[in-house]
Structures are given as C-alpha cells and as structure tokens.
C-alpha cells in the first residue's frame, strides 16, 4: 500500500501538470470555441433581427394573404355557382357531344363514301389529265395554224380593202363613162333636132346654099364645144336685155367637196380677186361643200370646214350628229345618206356661202346694191346637167336670197371645166393653132381636156376629155390605210361611226402638215400623229395588244418619208398614165400642159409630171392660186356676157 501511495505521490505532480497542460489546452480551446460562439452569438443576433424584420414583411404579407384567401374563398363560392352552371353545360355538352358522335359517324361513313368517290376522281382525272396533255399539244398545233390564219386573214383584208377600193373606183369610172356617154346621146339627139329646125326655117326664108351651108357650120362649132349649160338659159336672154347696171362679177364654184368664189368690178377687170376667208378661221381659197345641222336636222350649226372636222374634246362622250355633204344629179357612196330633203341642203349650203358672199362685196363695194348691181356665175361639175337638174338648181338659188326672181339674167352657170378653160386662154395666151392640155387635178377626179386656140381667144376640143378617179383624197384614203394597218380597222371604223369629225380632223391635220408641203425631195421628212390630241376617242376602240404597243409609245406615231411617198405615188402614177393617153391621142409634141385644181399645187406631183413630160411638150405651167381657176374662169365668163362676147 505504502509503495502505492508513494508511487501515487511521485506520480501526482507529473499528472497535475498534464492535468494542468490538457486543461490549458482544453481551456484554449473552449475559449476559441467561445470566441467563435460569441461570432457566431452576434451573427445569430444580426440573423435573428433580419428575421424578424423578414418575419414583420411575411406577417404584412399574411395579412394581405388573409385578406386575398378571404377574397379567393369569395370566388371560390362564385366559382363553385360557376361549376355548377358548368357542370350543366358540361352535361348539356354530353348530350351533344353523343348527337355529334352520331352524326360523326354518319359523317365518317360519309367520308368513306367521298374516299371512294375520290379514288375515282383521281382515276378519271388521271385519264382526263391525260387528255389534256394531247388536247394541249393539239390546241397548241391550233394556235400555231390560227397564227398563220390571223396573218393570211390580215393580207386577205388588205387584199380586199384594195380590191373594195378599186371596184370603187371602177364603179366610179363606169358612171362616169356611162354620163359621158349619155351627154353624147344627148348631144347627138340636140344636134339633129337644131338641124331639123334649121332646115325648115331656112327652107321657109329660102335661104341661098351657101349661107345655109355657113350657118350650119358655126352652129355645129358652137354645140361641139359643149357649152350646153348656158345655151338652155343665158344666150338666148344675152342678146335682149343690158347688163349695164351691173358692177360686179361673182363666180361661185359649186363643187362636190369643195365650193370657193371669185369677184372683180366691171370697172377693173384685171384685178380679180378670190376669197381665203371662211367660218373658223379658215385662210383657204375653197371651203368644205358640207353641213352640220342641230339634232332636228332643222337648222344649220356649222358649215364648210368646221362642220367636216373639229379639234376633238379631251373628255368627249357624245355621238356626234354626222355631217351632210351635197350632191346634185350624180352621187357618191362614200357620201352619207342625206336625213334632209337634198334641196334643202344646197339650198341651206348656197344661203350660208351667199351670206360671206354679201359681206365681201359691201365690205369692198360699200355702194353696190347685190340684187341690182351683181352678176352671180355659177360654175357646176363638168357632167352635164338634165334641164331638170337646171331648173332645181335655179330654184335653190332662188331660195337661198342669192337672186329676186326664179328666171333671174342676173344668174349664169358654167360647167367647171368650161370656166377654167375660158381662164386659162384668157391668161397664158398661146398661139392660135397651138394645143391647150388642161390636167384639172380636183380633190376627187383628175380630168384631162385638150384644146386648140382658134382665134380671137376661142377654144376648140381636139379630144374627147378623159378622167379618172385619182384626185387628191385618194392619197387622204391612201392615209386611212395606213391608219387601218396601226390601229386596226375595226376600231377606225367604230371612230368613223360615233366620232367622224375626230377622224376627220386627224385627215385634215394630215393634209396641213404632211400632204400639202410634201415634195419628195427631203428624205428627212416626217409626220407625227398624237392620237391624244387629234383622236382620243380612238383609244377606247383599239384591241389590247395595240393598246400595250402605242401606250408604249405615249399613243404617238411618226409617219415616215417612205410612208408618205407611198401613199402619193400610186394616185401620181394614175395621172400620168392619163396624161400619156392624151398625148398619145394628139400625137404632137409642141403643146402647153397647164396644171389647175387643189392638187396641182403639190410641188411632188409637179415635179413628177415635169420629170415624165418635160422632153415631150413644149411647156407645163402652173397657174397662181390653181385652187381658184374655175371660180376665175366664171367670173371671166360672167364679164364676157356682160360685154356680149362668145367666147367659147
């Protein structure tokens, strides 16, 4: 034991120092764990303050989830009243939805039957697509000979549009043969009662052989000479009543498309003067024979120029009521039918033409009484004229206050020809014995008259006096082709009908700035058609593949120098194919070939015929103001019955 305390004893101190170390250490340690308690204390403090912070905002939102949750529990009843109204239309929707299973099965049993329809579409869509690959190759063949049909169709119109034209023309040519040869019936048949007659009076006045023989011979000259006109009317009356109460002579050329008239004082017969002042303010020497009257036909609106062809309206929907053009004896088809009495409209065209002639010569001759100081001359077309043709003629004038008396001396007629041959020997002067070719180049028929100068300014005809269809309007149609050929003929036709004076103002533009200054010599030159300023009413006739192309040209065309020649030389080959008939019938080569008419200003058709005949005559001359020949040629007529000369 005693061993064991002492052992224990000096044992005691080493293990209060362990003690003493561990518990120092285990001290440290607590204290450090202490430490870090006390940290952790006052992190826990910052934590639990951000709790409760954390805890006042939950508390604030657990309000405000109370007051929500209590306002939920509100919906959540309506809900609930809700739910219930669904659940009858949920069972309501039952109901339906077993009807619409049914009908989904009569529906299916139906697509079942369109399936099977289907299959059989597409089988025959199949045969029918097939079908159409051989129809489409055959509709394509179609179209390609349709193409070549189109085309063969385009120059069998062409082909007929000349052909039409040419019957036209022959259709002409062959009324003009036919009164040509009715006015030598006539002739003949006057010829053979004057000689009857004259046999019996010189068989009555036992008259010596001899002067019988003379007479008949100056009588036969004086008929041969074709004035038959005045020898119905003016001679016979010349030799018994004086005009010396006239001062002024008046020559109305009357023409089918183009009337004008001339004017001189007894006093100055060299000093003849022609008018160039129409309606519109025309400055031309011939106006248009036309009327345009109001819709009763009753009154007349327009005349001459302005009723043919007016400058169109932008906005233009009215049909225009179509213009009358005049005619006496012979008629033309290209005309329209006159919806008036025929004597009414020269009448109403000789009162209208009768007024301008009235104001020209106050204007001039401020004393001169018209009805008792004017002799009015009117030159007609070169056909003769029946005495019932006469006698209508005489009465329109009459009702037009151009003379006071029906049977008026103060009214003469010439035929056109007649008066420009008296103008021509009376202003060129030529050789007695010498040959006179008159080429009259009118707007419709160019007529050819060859004559001799017999003395004391008398004219003979050599040759019977030929023509043709082949005036300057034919180079106007020459034009409308070409019109025809841009736009289509269905569609110049359809202008022609509801809008005629549009077409013919783009005519008539034509003829100002494209006819009339062509010369053939300037291979520059050109025309430009704006069919929005001449025509636009023609743009609601053409087809949509013309519309496309002219859109694309701003609906301009330039008419080209090969364009226009074109349409000139045929009509120029016509007239000198007749001019070489004529001097192969005179078979000399030392006459004058004289040029009169509208269209003999042309300086083309001047050089064409001076080209062609300058070798083979002796001169081509063209008169000044060749336009107004005939209305001269009466009046110098109108001055020789005044001064009781024969002198044709």
């Known amino acids: 034991m005693t061993n064991e305390r002492s052992n224990s004893k000096t044992l005691l101190p080493d293990k209060h120092h362990e003690v003493v170390g561990k518990l120092e250490i285990g001290f440290n340690k607590l204290n450090n764990k202490f430490v870090n308690l006390l940290e952790e204390h006052q992190k826990i403090k910052q934590q639990y303050k951000i709790l409760q912070e954390k805890n006042q905002e939950i508390l604030f939102i657990n309000s405000d989830l109370k007051e929500k949750n209590q306002e939920i529990l509100r919906n959540n009843s309506d809900l609930k009243d809700q739910n219930q109204e669904i659940l009858l239309i949920n069972l309501n929707l039952r109901k339906e939805k077993e009807k619409i299973l049914g009908i989904n099965s009569d529906l299916k049993d139906q697509k079942q039957e369109i399936l099977r329809i289907n299959s059989n579409l597409e089988n025959r869509f199949q045969i029918i697509k097939l079908m159409y690959s051989d129809l489409n190759e055959k509709h394509q063949e179609v179209l390609r000979k349709n193409s070549s049909l189109i085309e063969e169709n385009k120059k069998i119109l062409r082909i007929n549009c000349d052909l039409k034209e040419k019957l036209e023309e022959f259709e002409k040519l062959q009324q003009y043969v036919l009164n040509l040869e009715n006015q030598k019936n006539e002739e003949i048949q006057r010829l053979e009662i004057i000689s009857e007659n004259l046999e019996k009076n010189l068989m009555i006045l036992e008259v010596d052989e001899n002067d019988i023989n003379i007479f008949k011979e100056n009588e036969s000259y ?101 213009p009358v053009k005049l005619c006496l004896g012979q008629h033309d088809d290209s005309m329209t039918i006159l919806p008036i009495d025929y004597k009414k409209a020269i009448t109403d065209f000789l009162r209208e033409i009768g007024k301008v002639i009235k104001e020209r010569i106050e204007c001039c001759w401020p004393t001169a009484n018209y009805f008792e100081n004017v002799l009015l001359v009117i030159a007609v077309p070169a056909k003769k004229y029946t005495p019932k043709e006469m006698a209508i003629m005489e009465e329109c004038v009459f009702h037009a206050n151009l003379v006071k008396e029906r049977d008026s001396i103060k009214l003469q007629f010439i035929t056109e020809s007649e008066a420009a041959a008296l103008y021509l020997v009376k202003n060129i002067s030529p050789n007695v014995g010498g040959t006179i070719m008159i080429v009259d180049c009118d707007k419709n028929i160019v007529e050819i008259t060859i004559r001799t100068l017999i003395g004391n300014d008398r004219l003979g005809e050599v040759t019977a006096r030929i023509g043709e269809y082949c005036g300057s309007a034919f180079i106007d149609k020459e034009f409308m082709r070409f019109l025809r050929e841009r736009f289509g003929t269905c569609a110049i036709d359809q202008l022609k009908e509801n809008y005629n004076g549009q077409l013919q103002y783009m005519v008539q533009k034509f003829c100002q700035h494209a006819k009339e200054p062509f010369t053939g010599g300037d291979p520059e030159f050109s025309y430009v058609v704006d069919i929005e300023d001449t025509a636009p009413n023609l743009i609601r006739y053409v087809s949509e593949e013309t519309r496309k192309i002219m859109e694309d040209n701003q609906w301009i065309i330039d008419i080209e120098y090969n364009d226009i020649k074109k349409m000139f030389d045929p009509v120029i080959d016509k007239i000198i194919r007749l001019i070489h008939i004529q001097i192969s019938n005179i078979q000399e080569n030392r006459s004058t070939v004289c040029l009169i008419g509208e269209f003999s200003e042309n300086k083309y058709l001047q050089n064409r015929i001076k080209e062609e005949f300058g070798h083979r005559v002796n001169e081509i001359l063209v008169l000044t103001l060749p336009t107004a020949t005939v209305a001269r040629g009466a009046v110098t007529y109108g001055l020789s019955v005044i001064d009781g000369l024969s002198v044709i």
């Open 222 to 322: 004086n008929i041969n000479n074709n004035f038959t006109i005045n020898s119905n009317k003016g001679l016979e009356k010349d030799t018994k009543i004086s005009y010396s109460n006239i001062k002024v002579v008046v020559g109305l050329d009357f023409g089918i498309k183009y009337s004008g008239f001339s004017y001189c004082h007894v006093a100055n017969s060299k000093e003849i003067c022609s008018n160039d002042m129409w309606p519109g303010d025309t400055i031309r020497l011939k106006t248009n024979t036309v009327l345009q009257y109001d819709e009763e036909f009753n009154n007349v609106v327009y005349w001459g120029a302005p009723a043919l062809a007016k400058k169109p309206k932008r906005r233009q929907n009215s049909k225009e009521n179509p």
